[in-house]
């Protein structure tokens, strides 16, 4: 038990707590930790250029990292600007931590100057929040919080501190182990579930594994085992956006994503198959597409750390409630105990390269040096020339996000951040600058659209103090392209303010903050305009122009079957119904 | 286009929370945000210390949606455990209603006649009015209530459903 200042504690517990890194924005409602943190030896502050990339930057730092990500940031315009990252890691079950100040105890609910609920504001988009109004409470308060953070399904978690709480004394102590009075999740699957679930695999003539995001927050050892398990059964795997990585893209068993944009031959193994084993997804409505048509002859097992996403949108045969690795784990070695050989999915294999010929990711595309680079084969490109760097790729939210998922290959898993549940514009380069923290020394690059990134473009700023080597690569078309692509396919091409004009000179942009700045114009400055991004030493803004219209395919238009995949172009008929336009 | 909406079951969800600042937004936000139902919401501390708190909900929803209120409700951190009593079988639910009717004559008559089928207690009377407290059943209250208004019912005041399961079991 050691007396300290609330402000001293926060900090105390982060050291406590193995944090190395903070994204932050000072104000008066936080000079006290600020104070704290001055000059300290092993917290690293990073100042951000607005607190929803704090908030980001937070994120891509723990999805690269498996780590929880720290922010620190103001009260009210500073916890406000807070919400939308906060949101996106409750979406995509990313572990943080959002220390927020307020005002003075005495002051709250008064208006008081910078005042807001942060508490009531972040109450529905946190997994928990906290308000302290004793410093007695406060390290305590910070070991639950993280403790919470990041057992059990992982998200964001606020600690708002009035000033006065900061800068009083209290208490700090070590807690010998945390463990919340309610809160215990089930992280240890129910062994006879997973005996019966391993029964119905080695049954199943038509499997498919689909996983999702869970996987990749089990840790690497959940992707290992995923691949085990794979190669002893011998099924096809799909993944969701999220869980891009887990499986190797370059493995036979791989089908690509699925969903609205994903893979027909995705698609169609789970529309066809006997036998879904879903580990750490959750039936997102970009995944299912239509309900009633979704897989329909298959009997679904669900492994997923929250009971809450069982049966919530697909019924389904057998839910197993834990964590993902560790149910992964089971599954191979109850294949072991139960001596199950692999069958023979010959039949079923077939079937699946029957889809594969369908090359549906193929995109029409002219060869000669002047001509247009299609936005595809600028991600095929960029994938090719960073092979063998093992990098860390972020997006921005649009069709480009989708040419990343779709062209980019990944091996291992925290190598692929993006915004999946929330979709939000403006998070990817901020994310590339949080995991650049994290990963001093590797290739970080933000595949980005030229409209996102200007959500938060300032951020070049904390890039340049930093030092930071991360790479942004536009694919610039000049678009919105993917509600240019909505708008095309379901408003007769009555193309609503979705163009993006008065962009910046991204290159001149680039000089102004110190950077370096590149421009490619036709396909053949594509591949040495990439080696030369690749060559450059420091940060680095590539205005990669590319074909203005092109249209991301293959596509399940809102509210069809998977079967119903448009493949290219041309296969577009008429014009959609209320229905239709009525599904986002 | 019009936008359809599903038929559903009356459930009563007995749920224990620690009893901090907050829950009850916490747990009637969870409602609101998710779309699911409330009729009645009731909530008081039952620990001898004040830690915990006891929260009976009403809602009504098809069994899938039932099933994910109640996992929903179940991830709160806050949240120690969810019962939902009509799933569990017998149970006694009760709801209190003070009922305030003005007037004279045969009306007042009338009234008193009928809160003593009821088994209601007069607990405040004036010359020209009466409240009447009953305990029962929504039902019961619901029936009680129509009646009076034909004889003066000028004011109503409902605590909402608390339940409990029958036997010797706690929850
Ligand atoms: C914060 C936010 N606002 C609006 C949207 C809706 N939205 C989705 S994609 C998109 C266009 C993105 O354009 P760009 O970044 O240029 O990417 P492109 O689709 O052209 O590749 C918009 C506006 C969103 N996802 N996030
Ligand atoms: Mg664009």
Redesign the pocket.
């Given at each position: 038990m050691t007396e300290m200042s609330g402000a001293d504690m926060v900090v105390q517990a982060l050291v406590d707590l193995g944090v190395d890194t903070v994204f932050g924005y000072p104000g008066g409602a936080v000079l006290p930790i600020y104070d704290a943190l001055f000059n300290h030896p092993t917290i690293k502050h990073v100042l951000v250029r607005h607190e929803q990339a704090a908030t980001h930057a937070a994120e891509g730092y723990a999805r690269s990292t498996g780590k929880p990500g720290v922010v620190l940031v103001t009260s009210g315009p500073g916890a406000t600007n807070a919400v939308t990252g906060i949101t996106d890691a409750l979406l995509d079950s990313i572990p943080m931590i959002v220390l927020t100040g307020q005002v003075p105890t005495n002051l709250i609910g008064t208006d008081a100057f910078q005042e807001c609920d942060t508490v009531g504001i972040t109450r529905h988009c946190t997994k928990h929040n906290y308000l302290v109004m004793d410093p007695d409470r406060l390290g305590a308060i910070m070991h639950e919080a993280f403790y919470i953070a990041t057992h059990g399904r992982p998200g964001p978690v606020v600690i708002d501190i009035p000033k006065n709480v900061q800068v009083a004394t209290g208490k700090y102590s070590l807690p010998e182990k945390i463990e919340h009075q309610s809160y215990r999740p089930q992280v240890e699957p129910d062994a006879d579930a997973i005996a019966q679930a391993i029964d119905m695999i080695a049954a199943a003539e038509r499997p498919i594994f689909y996983t999702g995001g869970g996987v990749i927050n089990a840790g690497p050892d959940a992707s290992a085992a995923l691949r085990q398990l794979v190669s002893l059964t011998g099924a096809p795997v799909t993944s969701t956006l999220m869980g891009l990585g887990a499986f190797p893209s370059d493995d036979p068993k791989w089908l690509g994503m699925l969903g609205m944009h994903g893979t027909y031959e995705s698609n169609m193994a789970m529309n066809r198959a006997d036998l879904i084993i879903a580990v750490g997804a959750r039936f997102d409505d970009r995944v299912t597409g239509r309900l009633d048509a979704f897989s329909p002859d298959s009997k679904k097992i669900h492994i997923d750390i929250d009971r809450s996403s069982i049966n919530k949108i697909v019924p389904v045969d057998l839910a197993i409630v834990g964590d993902a690795g560790r149910a992964l784990d089971a599954l191979i070695a109850a294949w072991a105990d139960k001596g199950h050989k692999p069958r023979d999915l010959g039949e079923w294999w077939r079937r699946v390269d029957g889809w594969r010929a369908t090359r549906c990711l193929d995109f029409p595309e002219k060869k000669e040096a002047s001509a247009d680079i299609m936005p595809q084969r600028a991600v095929k490109a960029l994938f090719d020339a960073t092979r063998g760097r093992d990098p860390i790729i972020t997006t921005?939210?649009?069709?480009?996000q989708m040419w990343a998922a779709q062209h980019f290959g990944f091996s291992a898993p925290n190598r692929w951040l993006t915004s999946g549940g929330l979709?939000?514009?403006?998070y990817g380069f901020p994310a590339a600058v949080g995991a650049q923290i994290a990963h001093s020394g590797r290739l970080v690059i933000c595949i980005a659209?030229?409209?996102?990134l200007q959500?938060n473009i300032q951020e070049m700023g904390t890039v340049s103090q930093y030092r930071l080597p991360v790479k942004i690569f536009i694919?610039n078309?000049e678009?919105?392209?993917?509600?240019r692509q909505w708008q095309e396919l379901t408003y007769e091409s009555r193309y609503s303010n979705s163009y993006?004009d008065s962009l910046p000179d991204f290159v001149k942009l680039a000089a102004a903050y110190g950077w370096t700045g590149l421009r490619i114009d036709t396909l053949g400055e594509l591949e040495a305009g990439i080696q030369t991004m690749i060559d450059t030493p420091g940060p680095v803004i590539v205005d990669c122009r590319v074909a203005k219209l092109a249209n991301c395919f293959p596509m399940i238009p809102s509210g069809a079957a998977h079967t119903d995949m448009i493949l290219q172009p041309n296969d577009i008929v008429g014009t959609m119904d209320d229905e239709a336009k009525a599904l986002v | 286009m019009k936008i359809k909406t599903e038929a559903g079951e009356r459930h009563v969800l007995a749920v224990t929370v620690d009893n901090e600042a907050g829950i009850l937004a916490k747990i009637t936000g969870l409602f609101s945000a998710r779309g699911y139902n409330i009729e009645s919401l009731t909530v008081a501390d039952i620990s001898a210390d004040h830690a915990l708190s006891r929260i009976t909900i009403v809602t009504s929803g098809p069994p899938a949606v039932i099933d994910q209120i109640i996992a929903q409700l179940d991830r709160l951190v806050p949240v120690h455990k969810v019962t939902d009593l009509t799933d569990q079988g017998a149970h006694v639910e009760r709801e209190i209603a003070l009922v305030k009717v003005a007037g004279t004559g045969d009306k007042r008559i009338e009234a008193l006649r009928m809160a003593d089928v009821f088994r209601a207690k007069v607990v405040d009377t004036t010359l020209t009015s009466f409240i009447f407290e009953i305990t029962g059943t929504s039902d019961k209250v619901d029936r009680f209530i129509a009646l009076m208004r034909e004889c003066g019912l000028v004011e109503v005041g409902r605590t909402g459903v608390v339940a409990i399961g029958r036997g010797s079991e706690a929850l």
């Open positions: 921005e939210v649009g069709q480009h979709g939000t514009m403006g659209g030229e409209a996102s959500m694919l078309n678009w919105m392209g993917m509600v993006s | -």
